[in-house]
Nanobody
Framework: VQLVESGGGSVQPGGSLRLSCAAS????????MSWHRQGQGPQRELVALITRDGGTDYADSAKGRFTISRDNAKNTVYLQMNRLQPEDTAVYYC???????????????WGQGTLVTVSS
């Protein structure tokens, strides 16, 4: 099972980006999916989370600007980021709780990360 992210890039302050993350492999079911980011510091912080039935939670820094959504049929999660600021610059990682394989093993899977740079 792997997660593949896309959609990162460079944008000016006030701009928008949409990140995507697709899970693939021998998947029985994908439960919670989330986005995390790691900026200059060592800590990787949770940005937003979405449960399989659509319940969401956001970091205070993301509330009102970012929207997480998912397509269960495609095992894909999205992060729409609006009004981006320089402090949003980070590598963004996708995470998913995946029931995988014929024996339905519960796995926590991370994507490889996608860089978002906000700069004028």
């Amino acid at each position: 099972v792997q997660l593949v992210e896309s959609g990162g890039g460079s944008v000016q302050p006030g701009g928008s980006l949409r990140l995507s993350c697709a899970a693939s492999g021998s998947i029985f079911r994908v439960d919670a999916m989330s986005w995390h980011r790691q900026g200059q510091g060592p800590q990787r912080e949770l940005v937003a989370l979405i449960t399989r039935d659509g319940g969401t939670d956001y970091a205070d820094s993301a509330k009102g600007r970012f929207t997480i959504s998912r397509d269960n049929a495609k095992n894909t999660v999205y992060l729409q980021m609006n009004r981006l600021q320089p402090e949003d610059t980070a590598v963004y990682y996708c995470n998913a709780d995946v029931w995988a394989g014929t024996d339905r093993t519960d796995l926590e899977v991370w994507g490889q990360g996608t860089l978002v740079t906000v700069s004028s």
